[in-house]
């Protein structure tokens, strides 16, 4: 048992098996769904929802944490299925697959601690709209006349409804009377008993697609080995392993928050990357972490490797011998099922802290939120962390300050407070009155620090200034990172810097 543990971490057997069942049942549609977005046949999305989930849950560094065949990557996946076939897609999988094992063994995933809590909280409201609009695509069916989807209507849509809201209204009040069993799990079942009973005319799993089907097999991708080939999936796998990567990394940060504990970045980005190369080899999408099943199965209590293991493995069981019974499930259930997600994904406090935060958080929240909705998540989230980014590099630049001073023995002392990179030089390069000042200035860097070649090339800038009226500056107070900047700095600019034994700064560069 203690090696067990060591490997499943500590768990409840009862709570795992039963919230991986929960998710397995919530799998099933979401990875027939992304199927037809990607223009694939939904085998293929069902056998990526069990190789992702099954080989993430094992090896990967967040424990509870569910993968699987995601919208976000099926988007990007339709224009290479649709210009090249299925072929290049399993291809590009792999590739997506390498390039993700390669991000993670060089250690790049602790990048995700620099996305700002703004860019979080709009990731996580745009991923909670785009699941809730996503649940409304289940409630039409194929038109009549076959050129097409509509709406459902009449008794069909009352019925429906009904049972949705029934859903919703199981998971809400059950965990009152206990929480020994997942509400989800009870929510669905009740609501597929009555469909089934009474006969309700209802649309099932089995409307979407049929599941069944035998064992993935091995398949090296049918493509041509040679150059052409990867020019043509190369781009595309770098989007895909791209938006996996961060959609698994800030998935991971999430269920972090929620379980309060810490997963690890590298180990699931290779874990991520294993288990894409192994899926294109077996015929599946790809995938990544899902974050509305990765809240089914933290809320239903699961906190180990286990619940991920049994969801993997049900899946499978559900395609190899159980179709038939599945196929039954309403589709009503499921969606009262990610309906409830998206209501506990919501980050619904931002509404309270938008008017407290600065307005250029409140800009970016909004901003991600939009983006994720209107594009998809990668493009949003770079974009947060731009607009973050050049916030910050704005704020830091316009705070840059000088303390000018004269001494008794007529020395002009600057004291610099605030970095000086790319967007302080002009601020600082404008503190200084050259043509005014005395003989000999000193410039302290005692509150600052030179951050890039930037902020060199500004300091040459004022030195040189100063040097083309025969006047003196010493530079006092240069920590030893600055020192080396300006050392290594020193074979491509010409930096005017006196010797001066007295404040112990750098060798004479003049």
């Not at 009377?177 to 006969?199: D, E, N, Q, R, Y």
Request: charged content about 15%.
């Amino acid at each position: 048992m203690p090696y067990i543990e060591r490997f499943f971490g500590k768990f409840d057997f009862k709570i795992e098996i039963l919230a991986g069942l929960t998710v397995a049942l919530a799998l099933v549609p979401e990875a027939v769904a992304f199927a037809f977005v990607a223009g694939v046949p939904p085998l293929v999305g069902l056998y990526a929802a069990f190789m992702v989930c099954l080989i993430t849950s094992v090896f990967g560094g967040r424990p509870g944490m569910i993968s699987g065949a995601t919208g976000a990557l099926a988007v990007v996946m339709v224009t290479l299925v649709a210009n090249h076939g299925v072929e290049y897609l399993f291809a590009s999988v792999v590739l997506m697959g390498i390039i993700q094992v390669a991000f993670g063994g060089l250690k790049l995933g602790k990048f995700i601690r620099l996305v700002p809590e703004p860019v979080i909280f709009g990731f996580v409201n745009g991923l909670a709209i785009v699941i809730f609009l996503a649940q409304f695509g289940q409630f039409k069916v194929p038109s009549t006349s076959g050129d097409g989807m509509e709406w459902i209507s009449g008794t069909a849509l009352y019925i429906m409804l009904g049972l949705v809201a029934l859903t919703m209204l199981i998971i809400h009040f059950f965990p009152r009377l206990t929480k020994a069993i997942p509400a989800s799990l009870v929510g669905i079942v009740v609501v597929s008993a009555i469909a089934i009973l009474f006969g309700l005319p209802t649309k099932s799993v089995g409307d979407l697609a049929s599941i069944k089907g035998d064992l993935p097999a091995f398949h090296i991708p049918s493509v041509p080995f040679n150059f052409e080939t990867l020019r043509i999936i190369f781009p595309y796998s770098l989007i895909l392993a791209g938006i996996g990567l961060i959609e698994s990394l800030l998935t991971l940060s999430l269920v972090d928050e929620l379980t309060e504990t810490r997963g690890r970045a590298n180990k699931e980005c290779v874990a991520q990357g294993a288990a894409n190369i192994v899926t294109g080899f077996f015929g599946g999408m790809g995938g990544c972490a899902m974050i509305g099943q990765s809240i089914i199965n933290v809320s239903s209590g699961a906190r180990a490797r286990i619940s991920g293991i049994v969801a993997a493995v049900s899946l499978l069981c559900f395609i190899l011998f159980a179709s038939s019974l599945i196929e039954k499930v309403p589709v009503a259930a499921l969606v009262g099922v990610m309906f409830m997600v998206c209501y506990g994904t919501f980050e619904w406090t931002s509404f309270k802290v938008l008017s407290k935060i600065p307005k250029m958080d409140a800009f970016v929240l909004l901003l991600v939120s939009i983006l994720t909705v209107v594009f998809d998540l990668a493009i949003a989230v770079i974009a947060g962390v731009i607009a973050s980014a050049l916030a910050f590099a704005w704020n830091s630049a316009v705070r840059i300050r000088a303390r000018k001073w004269m001494d008794d023995k007529g020395v002009k002392h600057y004291e610099i407070w605030g970095p000086l990179f790319f967007g302080s030089t002009a601020h600082f390069q404008e503190k200084f009155e050259v043509a005014d000042d005395p003989e000999e200035v000193i410039i302290d860097f005692k509150e600052s620090r030179i951050v890039d070649h930037s902020g060199i090339e500004a300091l040459n800038k004022v030195t040189a200034r100063y040097a083309k009226l025969n006047k003196k500056v010493r530079l006092k107070h240069l920590s030893p990172d600055c020192l080396k900047l300006i050392d290594n700095a020193s074979s491509i600019i010409e930096v005017n810097i006196y010797e001066d034994p007295h404040y112990g700064v750098v060798t004479d560069k003049i």
